[in-house]
C-alpha cells in the first residue's frame, strides 16, 4: 500500500476505533470512519493472541496484499482492520472471500 492511504499514528487509530462504528466476521473486524478527502485509508492491526512477531507480520503482509487485489481506495473513509485468533484458521481464499464480503456491507451502508 501506497504512503497515502496508510493510517499508523496510534492517535488516528484509537480516534477511528472511538466513533464505534464497526462490522464483523468471524476472521475481521472493521472500524469506520467518514473523512473529508477524496481517498480511502487503511490501518491493520494484528493483536499478540495471533502468535509470535513472524506469524504477526506474515498475517499483515497477507492481509495488505488481499487489500490490494480487492480494494480501490476510492471511498471517503478511513478504515481500522483487526485481525481475529480465526484467520489463522481458516485458508487464504477464505479470508479473502470474508473480507471482500465485509468490504462491500461497508460501501452498502455507506
Known amino acids: 500500500m501506497k504512503k497515502q492511504f496508510r ?3 496510534s492517535e488516528e487509530f484509537a480516534e477511528i476505533m472511538g466513533a464505534k462504528k464497526f462490522y464483523t466476521c468471524p476472521s475481521f473486524v472493521i472500524y ?3 473523512r473529508k478527502e477524496d481517498h480511502a485509508r ?6 499478540k493472541k495471533i502468535g509470535n512477531a513472524v506469524v504477526r ?3 499483515k503482509r497477507q492481509v495488505r496484499m488481499i ?9 471517503n473513509f478511513d478504515m481500522i482492520l483487526l485481525v481475529r485468533i480465526k484467520y489463522l ?16 456491507k461497508v460501501k452498502i451502508d455507506k
Open 7 to 9: 493510517i499508523k499514528k
Open 89 to 104: 484458521d481458516e485458508n487464504y481464499n477464505t479470508n479473502k472471500n470474508c473480507l471482500e464480503k465485509l468490504l462491500k
Open 57 to 59: 507480520n506474515k498475517v
Open 32 to 34: 469506520v470512519k467518514p
Open 42 to 47: 487503511v490501518g491493520i492491526s494484528v493483536g
Open 67 to 75: 487489500l490490494h487485489e480487492i480494494f480501490d481506495f476510492n471511498g
